[in-house]
C-alpha cells in the first residue's frame, strides 16, 4: 500500500471481526515501529503482547471498569448551552467500548519506554515520550498497509499504574497506550469527523 493512501485510510476501530491474525504480520508491524526516530539512539523500547482472553482480562480490569460505569446516553442527551460538538458526541461513542475494543482484539500490543517518571519541566525532557508516540504512529500506518486496524486507550490516571504491576513491568519502564489490533468490522459506525483546513492551520514567519 502506497504511504498516503496508508495515511488516509487509517482510523481508530472500536469492533473488530473475529479473525486470526497471523503473528509474522504482528512481528513486521512492530519491526516498522523500530525504524522511529529515538532520541537516546538507543531504541531500547520493549513491547508486551496479550493474545488470550484471560491475559486481557487480567490486565483491562480497570478500563473495564471505567467503561462499565458510563452511562452514554446520559452524556450525550444531557442539557448543553450549545449544540453537542463532534468531540463529545465521538467521546459518548467510544467511552462504553474502551474495554471490548481490546478484548475483542486478536493481539493488544502494549509499548514500553525507558523512564521513569514523566518530566515536563521543558519540552525537551518529553522526549522519550515523543519518540514512543513515533514508534506507535509507525505501527498504525504499518497495521493499515497490512489490512488491519488498531484501537487506543491512553491509561487513565492509576490505571497506569496499575496495569504495570499486573504485568509486572520493571520500575524504569512506562506504558503509554494500549493498541488492539484486528481486522475491522466493516459494519462498525462511522461518526463524522472534524476536518482541519490547512490552509488556515499554517502560518508564515510567526503567528501572526
Not at 502506497?2 to 495515511?7: D, N
Not at 497471523?22 to 493474545?51: M, V
Not at 444531557?78 to 474502551?98: C, D, F, S, V
Not at 499504574?161 to 481486522?183: A, Q, R, S
Amino acid at each position: 500500500m502506497e504511504l498516503y493512501e496508508a495515511i488516509n485510510k487509517r482510523k481508530t476501530t472500536r469492533e473488530f471481526l473475529d479473525t486470526e491474525v497471523d503473528f509474522d504480520t504482528i512481528k513486521r508491524i512492530l519491526e516498522a515501529g523500530n525504524k522511529a526516530p529515538t532520541w537516546d539512539h538507543n531504541r531500547n523500547w520493549k513491547f508486551i503482547i496479550l493474545r488470550t482472553d484471560e491475559e486481557k482480562e487480567y490486565a483491562f480490569s480497570e478500563a473495564k471498569a471505567i467503561a462499565d460505569k458510563f452511562n452514554a446516553d446520559k452524556y450525550l442527551n444531557m442539557p448543553r448551552p450549545y449544540p453537542i460538538t463532534l468531540g463529545q458526541k465521538m467521546y459518548g461513542y467510544a467511552m462504553p467500548k474502551q474495554y471490548t475494543m481490546l478484548k475483542e482484539a486478536p493481539y493488544v500490543i502494549i509499548p514500553l519506554f525507558r523512564a521513569k517518571e514523566l518530566n515536563g519541566e521543558y519540552v525537551s525532557k518529553l522526549n522519550p515520550l515523543a519518540t514512543i508516540w513515533c514508534v506507535i504512529e509507525n505501527i498504525f500506518l504499518a497495521a493499515t498497509a497490512e489490512g488491519l486496524s488498531c484501537s487506543m486507550r491512553i491509561p487513565l490516571n492509576k490505571e497506569h499504574d496499575i496495569v504495570k504491576k499486573k504485568l509486572k513491568v520493571p520500575p524504569t519502564y512506562m506504558i503509554p497506550v494500549f493498541i488492539g489490533i484486528g481486522y475491522a468490522n466493516p459494519e462498525e459506525p462511522q461518526l463524522e469527523q472534524h476536518q482541519p483546513d490547512i490552509d488556515k492551520q499554517i502560518h508564515f514567519g510567526k503567528w501572526k
